[in-house]
């Protein structure tokens, strides 16, 4: 998701074509192409440019709705509503089955379309398979000298990312076992400090209430993407079992 | 133009050889570079940094290559129309046809075509939505105190949908 503004112009996309399986972006102003996944220009007259990024969760529609009772959400196009066109419930799945083009320089560490949790953090991007998440949550790693922590939801497919301090200092995370208060969703407590934390990294009780952990963008993407954009990506290893 | 059409009664064997060979020569060459590109990029295929440029560079000059080619081409249909029987009449006939069809497809986005675009987006209140399920996931973004979700289901269908949050225009893609 990206911001439309370069020099102070606002660019309308259209999409332009596939470069291995991920969309080319044209804009209507310039003609220029541009890579959908990394924001960057590839060719046309603003290359090289890079698009700002815009901060997105994926979550499931009962917790977003929870966080932000008031907002909009974008409406089925209802001609292709009435053709019953949209994807289906299990549409993800199916993709998952689809085959894969790879080049020669395959990364075999995971299968190609392992879906992951990308993080990149200054120069360092780590892969976190998603059913690594899905048995451990949350996840408290390092990602080069940055603690991190990933959560999933109360559905156990929504996901969030933060830096794991406050004031410098970094804190351990465990998820409360008496949970999930209907309403409420999902709740951490930290080691340090004792104060609990919802999903949205906000203190609630405890010492530190009202503080807010740093947000860190997660991309959700399939193994064989996500390392053609960040070749030197490390993977988390959940250890033994 | 009387004289013009005496000069091409006039036209040799060797003359209209040539003419027929260019002629040939500009169809292939229009009808290769709007196809290249479309072979190029497709779908499924692997695709290098070189084949990419090679692409932008014909996707963005076809659209007046073709009209220069198609001009050139005409020129040459008529000469030989002039001079010809009846039977290379025809086959300039059919010659024409792959000149426009790539004149016209040098201006098409076939992209939009196998991938919807959503134009004129539509919002409702979260409250009063009926369309997603509980469990659908969402892409949320929130900016200046707005929010807004766009389901995960339609943005595979649209990939793209233009919207301005908290007053800052973006791009929701998929």
Known sequence: MWETTVDGRVLHFRLAGINNQNFIMRDDETGTWWQQVTGLALHGPLKGRQLKAVFHDELSFAIWKREQPQGRVLKPDERIAAQNKYEAADWEMRVGRMRVVEGADVDKRLAPRTLVLGVEVGEKSKAYPLDALQKQSPIVDMVGSVPVMLVSGEDRRSVRAFERTVDGRKLEFFQKTENASASGGLQLIDAETGSTWNFEGKAIAGPLAGRELKKLFVLEDYWFDWRIYHPDTSIYDIGPQ | ?174
């Open chain 2, 1 to 174: 133009m009387p004289n013009i059409l005496t000069r091409l009664s006039e036209w040799t064997n060797a003359r209209r050889k040539l003419v027929w060979l260019m002629l040939f020569v500009l169809v292939v060459a229009v009808v290769a570079i709007v196809l290249t590109p479309v072979f190029l990029i497709m779908p499924f295929k692997a695709q290098t940094p070189r084949i990419m440029e090679v692409s932008y560079l014909m996707r963005r000059w076809s659209p007046l290559l073709t009209i220069i080619a198609s001009l050139l081409i005409l020129t040459l249909t008529i000469g030989l129309w002039m001079a010809g029987r009846w039977w290379s009449r025809i086959v300039l006939a059919i010659l024409l046809l792959p000149v426009l069809g790539a004149a016209w497809l040098a201006r098409q986005n076939h992209f939009e075509w196998m991938f919807n675009p959503l134009p004129n987006a539509a919002y409702a209140k979260a409250a009063e939505v009926t369309f997603v399920n509980n469990d659908d996931r969402v892409m949320a973004v929130r900016i200046g105190g707005e929010s807004v979700a766009y389901p995960i289901r339609l943005m595979g269908y649209h990939h793209l949908v233009g919207d301005t949050v908290g007053g800052v225009p973006i791009v929701a893609t998929y």
